[in-house]
């Protein structure tokens, strides 16, 4: 192939330099003849999508090059490999990012203008790609951008969903979902390969039978056949010519499958039968850090899995390699437990398609897999009903019964007469109706099992992940989350890279701990100033969508107090709420009091189930409607829910923030990553001892951060011996007039049912212990009011936690992990390569 060699000379622009012509004329050639040839438009007729579908086009053949000598360099060298198996990439607009990477988004911006556009404009045209809930895909997404960035050979594998994560509307407070069509007017950022599709077998039952050798054998006959078509897409690495692949899987009914149907006449029976199938990779469960046990849901996790391994082992064989080396080639990672059926699958895949031994098959695996653990909620805990499971994957069941004999052995061998410990451990619960445990099944099948965060881990250990951490101690592995850089400070908070660069240089950008040279700054009153502006111009922007979304005006001068997250009790959005009903009612006795000015801005979406989460945001909203409405509140406080918070969104309120609110309850948020986003963007964070924020408060130094609350090991004390929320509502009275206020229908038109059980699931339950750490927080967000009236103080504090944020890169993540989890290499790619170039 001599991709260089075109002789037309429309091509030649495209191909100038090897690099594919990123001078400003000639992108602006790329531009228009996208306009013309791919959009069939002209200026005339062109809408923004069309100019947006032209630049992201132009864009694209920019990556090609790259993309195409990546695969072929790996190829050849027959490069290991980390896979990344991840039912969620909420991997956030691609445009944006690409010319960030590209390191061209200047230059682009200037061609577009030059043509009388706005870049800015057309960036928002993207809809984004939102295949996932909240932290654990996003955190996938980061993690591909920082294994391009470092040159790891890296696939990212998952399912193309046809339909996201849901559009939030507000009607009337109340949260509505919407479809989220993203791909209705097409996706310039993927292409499809059909030469690799692959077939997945679902449900039926197995046969076991003597093979012409003599040799007994399994087969598994299944009832249903499903196609699994990839869709690639690009993975810029910063500043590298690195182009790794997000290979993501689309469900088609075969051509050829059951359609006995069709010849016997039945054809709508055949194409319900197709209408089946592609069910599969319809919609994105929309629950976050909870498990709904539904059919499809495992469904699709076997499906993805399976065409994922079907399609690794493609590539080995491709590449010449035995299967005996297909732990060599690869490296899994096992992004919580959704593809924890990948180990019975592999060992399937190996035994009864390429006849390999159990044990030598069973080696592999365990070579092959590591686990992270993303939750301690014991509702998030995947496990299948054992009749469900088996009439999905009777093959992976019969594997999961003799894979959990052997483990049984081993647990025996290791800790002699212990009954109780081996039903603990057993892959299958048979405590009442029998389960399949995934994350036994993970641990098992993995040789690393790590959590996301320091205290997350030590948690795992002690508590969810005790007996295995007890028989396999050399597993149990830390990896504390990170996040880009790329898309959460250079693209989305222009203003402050700048003035970053103009200091320290900018290397930071690839090694985040150089921002620590800002430290040297962090009392120079000139810097101070000009940090001061920037984050008052992002506040500004931010004030100007909120009046154009909300119709409210909010004042850039008071501090922006910032909730944004995924609704959950745990992540007690309720208790940020009681602050603000505090404060309002302090108002209300006494019109006078001084109060530092404050915007409080919610953003997240509620999982459709969830009754609570919903109940919340509807109260969030009921609050907002009378504070920003009453005339006493004379501007010092403003309620502001931003609907449909997404990565788009994120990334306009980041740079905006002064406070950032990270008041889970401890021992309940593994790591958080919001968390850091906010912190590198200069906001203070009011927190508990949850997650990450152990670690960011110890990098920042305890004096530059809001710390509230108990402890994981007081809340754990505390429900041992009987914890009483009563008692609280009984001897606080700003709490009580608080609570009372909520129940009494003042912030419902008088309707005291409305928000009855929110008041009293804190009054009897209060599980997540919001009533024990109230005081705690008002008090905490008191120090926070009156730091923020000395601005040189607040500054100092905003520069010093950006400048400590170099710990929460996710290259450093990705390099922990590839040092200590996968053991692979970073592999430069050039462009100059002769195999896919004209020599
Ligand atoms: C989340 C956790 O809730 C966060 O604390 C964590 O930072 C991220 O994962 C990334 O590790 N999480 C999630 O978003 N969805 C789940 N099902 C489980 C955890």
């Known amino acids: 192939l001599q991709y260089n060699s075109f002789e037309d000379p429309r091509c030649e622009g495209y191909l100038e330099d090897g690099r594919t012509g990123m001078s400003p004329s000639t992108l602006k050639r790329a531009f228009l003849n996208n306009l013309f040839y791919v959009q069939g438009k002209f200026k005339a007729l062109a809408t923004p999508n069309d100019y947006y579908m032209a630049l992201a086009y132009a864009i694209r053949d920019r990556l090609l090059q790259r993309w195409i000598n990546t695969a072929a360099i790996y190829t050849a060298q027959g490069s290991r490999t980390v896979a990344y198996f991840s039912a969620e990439f909420l991997m956030g607009p691609h445009l944006g990012n690409n010319l960030i990477n590209l390191d061209i988004y200047k230059d682009v911006e200037k061609g577009i203008a030059e043509m009388g556009l706005n870049l800015g404009e057309l960036l928002e045209q993207e809809e984004e790609p939102g295949l996932g809930n909240g932290g654990l895909g996003r955190l996938a997404a980061c993690y591909l951008d920082s294994l391009a960035t470092l040159e790891i050979p890296s696939l990212g594998y998952g399912i193309r969903y046809e339909f996201g994560i849901f559009d939030q509307e507000i009607e009337d407070g109340w949260q509505v979902e919407i479809t989220d069509k993203w791909l209705r007017f097409g996706n310039p950022w993927e292409i499809a390969r059909p030469e690799w599709a692959v077939e997945v077998k679902l449900g039926g039952h197995t046969d076991h039978y003597v093979d012409d050798h003599g040799r007994y054998r399994i087969r598994w006959v299944p009832d249903q056949q499903v196609t699994g078509i990839p869709y690639d897409t690009p993975i810029l690495g910063c500043q590298t010519n690195t182009a790794n692949t997000l290979r993501l899987w689309t469900a088609e009914a075969p051509e050829s499958f059951n359609f006995n149907a069709f010849n016997s006449g039945d054809y709508l029976g055949a194409v319900y039968e197709k209408v089946v199938s592609e069910n599969i990779s319809k919609v994105l469960y929309p629950n976050d850090d909870s498990s709904q046990g539904k059919k499809l849901r495992l469904t699709q996790q076997y499906f993805f899995v399976s065409c994922s391994l079907q399609d690794m082992i493609r590539i080995l064989v491709g590449q010449e390699l035995p299967l005996e080396k297909f732990h060599e080639k690869f490296a899994v990672q096992l992004n919580d437990t959704h593809p924890a059926i990948a180990v019975a699958e592999l060992m399937r895949l190996l035994i009864d398609m390429h006849h390999m031994s159990w044990d030598s098959a069973w080696s592999i695996t365990q070579r092959t897999f590591a686990y992270t653990n993303h939750t301690l909620l014991p509702e998030a805990l995947e496990r299948w009903p054992v009749e469900l499971f088996g009439s999905l994957l009777p093959r992976h069941l019969e594997i999961i019964y003799e894979l959990n004999d052997r483990f049984l052995d081993e647990v025996r061998i290791k800790f002699p007469e212990d009954d109780s410990r081996l039903s603990r451990m057993?892959?299958?619960?048979?405590?009442?109706?029998r389960y399949v445990r995934m994350a036994h099944l993970a641990c098992v099948g993995s040789h690393a099992i790590n959590g996301v965060a320091a205290l997350h881990t030590e948690l795992l250990k002690q508590d969810v992940l005790y007996d295995f951490y007890q028989m396999y101690p050399g597993k149990f592995q830390n990896k504390t989350n990170g996040v880009t850089p790329r898309r959460f400070m250079v693209l989305s908070n222009p203003a402050l890279t700048e003035l970053v660069t103009s200091k320290i240089g900018d290397t930071w950008i690839k090694n985040l701990g150089e921002l620590q040279k800002l430290e040297a700054w962090a009392d120079n009153p000139e810097f101070q100033q000009q940090w001061r502006q920037i984050k008052q111009a992002n506040k500004q922007e931010l004030a100007a969508y909120i009046q154009k979304h909300n119709g409210i005006i909010v004042d850039p001068n008071s501090i922006f107090d910032i909730?944004?997250?995924?609704?959950?009790?745990?992540?007690?959005?309720?208790?940020?709420?009681?602050?603000?009903?505090?404060?309002?009612?302090?108002?209300?006795?006494?019109?006078?009091?001084?109060?530092?000015?404050?915007?409080?801005?919610?953003?997240?979406?509620?999982?459709?189930?969830?009754?609570?989460?919903?109940?919340?945001?509807?109260?969030?909203?009921?609050?907002?409607?009378?504070?920003?409405?009453?005339?006493?509140?004379?501007?010092?406080?403003?309620?502001?829910?931003?609907?449909?918070?997404?990565?788009?969104?994120?990334?306009?309120?980041?740079?905006?923030?002064?406070?950032?609110?990270?008041?889970?309850?401890?021992?309940?948020?593994?790591?958080?990553?919001?968390?850091?986003?906010?912190?590198?963007?200069?906001?203070?964070?009011?927190?508990?001892?949850?997650?990450?924020?152990?670690?960011?408060?110890?990098?920042?130094?305890?004096?530059?951060?809001?710390?509230?609350?108990?402890?994981?090991?007081?809340?754990?004390?505390?429900?041992?011996?009987?914890?009483?929320?009563?008692?609280?509502?009984?001897?606080?009275?700003?709490?009580?007039?608080?609570?009372?206020?909520?129940?009494?229908?003042?912030?419902?038109?008088?309707?005291?049912?409305?928000?009855?059980?929110?008041v009293d699931s804190l009054l009897h339950h209060d599980q997540y212990f919001l009533l024990a750490d109230y005081q705690s927080y008002i008090d905490c967000q008191e120090q926070v009011g009156l730091a923020y009236r000395d601005q040189d103080r607040w500054t100092h504090m905003s520069i010093l936690n950006a400048a400590r944020m170099g710990k929460f890169s996710s290259d450093r993540s990705i390099q922990d992990y590839c040092r200590e989890i996968w053991k692979v290499e970073p592999v430069t790619i050039t462009l100059e390569n002769s195999e896919v170039t004209d020599s």
């Open 426 to 433: 057993s892959l299958i619960d048979e405590s009442g109706e």
């Open 563 to 758: 909730l944004a997250k995924r609704f959950h009790e745990y992540k007690r959005q309720y208790l940020d709420l009681l602050h603000i009903v505090t404060l309002y009612n302090r108002i209300k006795a006494n019109p006078d009091i001084e109060i530092t000015p404050r915007t409080f801005i919610f953003g997240g979406k509620a999982a459709p189930g969830y009754f609570m989460a919903k109940l919340i945001i509807k109260l969030i909203n009921s609050v907002a409607d009378v504070i920003n409405r009453d005339p006493d509140v004379r501007g010092r406080l403003k309620v502001v829910f931003l609907k449909n918070y997404n990565v788009k969104l994120a990334q306009r309120i980041y740079p905006a923030a002064d406070l950032s609110e990270q008041i889970s309850t401890a021992g309940k948020e593994a790591s958080g990553t919001g968390n850091m986003k906010f912190a590198l963007n200069g906001a203070l964070t009011i927190g508990t001892l949850d997650g990450a924020n152990v670690e960011i408060r110890e990098e920042v130094g305890a004096e530059n951060f809001f710390l509230f609350g108990l402890t994981a090991e007081q809340v754990y004390a505390k429900r041992a011996s009987g914890y009483n929320p009563m008692e609280y509502y009984n001897s606080n009275a700003e709490l009580r007039l608080a609570l009372d206020r909520i129940a009494s229908g003042f912030f419902s038109h008088g309707d005291t049912e409305l928000f009855k059980p929110l």
